[in-house]
């Protein structure tokens, strides 16, 4: 049985507007690293502001990270965070081909959106910025397909795809567990191995994707992410480095 990780708090919610929101509440009270997990949220919440479905037994958690290093690390534990789910999927389920992952935070299963990254943070407090990582798995069950937007992947559910229940208690061990190793690996030796590992799981690389933002939309061959995290895309002219989008196959 996976152990808890040394140095990560713990903390677990029958009910809470947000675990984003708990989150930046109890920041500035904390010594270290904390997970907050929340059996039912009220006021659930995605990327770019969006409703995040989540129904009983489905996994809802934020962790909350006070990092010292150069500000623009912090978005790139959003790789940290996804290789982390990776494992726990794989050590659950123990089928490391069905899962995949797809730029810049979501995680798939047999090619449908199971679970998905959304990183906020809170200013500079004491010499520290407080980052939080919150995570949704659709472990029991998934959203409808029309609950989502046009073209976006089907969602589905680690049950409904593979027949394993878990609780969301158990799963967060194993996802705390694998967080601490990628995370140690961060502090010890920078993104590049955090990026060649994420590289080796990514979703349609070598393959056209779509990149839109509000303003604008990028076609093209996916060709790596780069040193700083961006999506790399060959179009017809030339190629084309992304800081932030939505990815459409």
Not at 83 to 102: I, M, N, Y
Request: hydrophobic fraction near 50%; include cysteine.
């Amino acid at each position: 049985m996976t152990d808890w990780p040394d140095g990560y708090g713990r903390r677990l919610l029958d009910e809470v507007d947000s675990t984003l929101n708990e989150a930046a509440r109890i920041a500035p009270g904390l010594a270290g690293p904390e997970w907050i997990l929340a059996r039912h949220q009220t006021a659930a919440r995605g990327r770019r502001g969006r409703g995040w479905a989540s129904p009983a037994g489905n996994f809802s958690a934020t962790l909350v990270l006070r990092l010292n290093g150069p500000a623009q690390h912090a978005a790139l534990r959003s790789f940290v965070a996804a290789l982390a789910l990776f494992d726990a999927c794989v050590a659950v389920t123990g089928r490391p081909e069905a899962f995949s992952l797809k730029w810049p935070n979501d995680v798939l299963l047999n090619g449908g959106k199971l679970a998905g990254i959304l990183l906020e943070s809170a200013g500079v407090a004491g010499g520290a910025m407080p980052l939080f990582i919150g995570i949704g798995v659709n472990l029991a069950e998934a959203p409808p397909a029309d609950a989502v937007e046009a073209r976006a992947l089907r969602p589905v559910s680690l049950a409904g795809e593979t027949g394993m229940r878990i609780a969301p208690e158990a799963f967060l061990t194993e996802l705390a567990a694998a967080f601490a190793r990628y995370e140690a690996q961060f502090a010890a030796y920078g993104f590049a191995p955090i990026r060649e590992a994420w590289l080796s799981r990514a979703a349609r690389l070598g393959q056209p994707v779509t990149a839109r933002t509000g303003t604008s939309e990028t076609r093209g061959t996916f060709e790596t992410v780069d040193a700083e995290g961006q999506l790399v895309l060959m179009t017809p002219a030339g190629r084309v480095r992304i800081p932030a989008a939505d990815v459409f196959f």
